[in-house]
């Protein structure tokens, strides 16, 4: 029911749209209709959400229609896409690959095809890694 939802609320309005949406009201998506996230988050946990500092994010990975999020202490899997995730997350964030994206304040080694955030390894697509050196001031 909620994957429902969630497809819904993606979907967005749906029938004509008014011509005073043409006249310079502006209808928005969904990533526009959320602000991005500034220090923290709430991520649902049992029936209810907790709040989760943006600091303590290791990586976010996508499963199919679900995200798992892994920070210092626990794991979060919520619905949501990528590509939505990407854009509301500050600068300090970081899609390494398609199905991943990393807090580069966290990142603690790199290798030609991956990167160490606590004890896990994340893969690193040939396409970013070139921004990912630059990204994380890689020098040698």
């Known amino acids: 029911m909620e994957l429902a939802l969630y497809n819904a609320y993606q979907a967005g309005p749906t029938g004509p749209i008014s011509e005073t949406a043409n006249a310079g009201t502006e209808v928005l998506g969904p990533a526009d ?23 303590d994010i290791l990586y976010f990975e996508a499963l199919q229609n679900y995200v798992r999020m892994h920070t210092v202490r626990e794991k979060f899997v919520f619905d949501s896409t990528m590509k939505e995730l990407e854009q509301k997350l500050p600068n300090q964030f970081f899609k390494t690959h398609r199905s991943y994206i990393v807090n580069l304040d966290r990142v603690q080694a790199y290798e030609e095809s991956s990167v160490l955030l606590g004890e896990d390894y994340v893969p690193v697509s040939r396409s970013t890694k070139d921004e990912l050196k630059t990204r994380i001031h890689l020098i040698g």
Request: aromatic share 14%; proline share 4%.
């Open 33 to 55: 209709r959320c602000p991005k996230f500034t220090d923290y988050l709430f991520v649902r946990k049992g029936s209810g959400h907790v709040k989760v500092l943006l600091a």
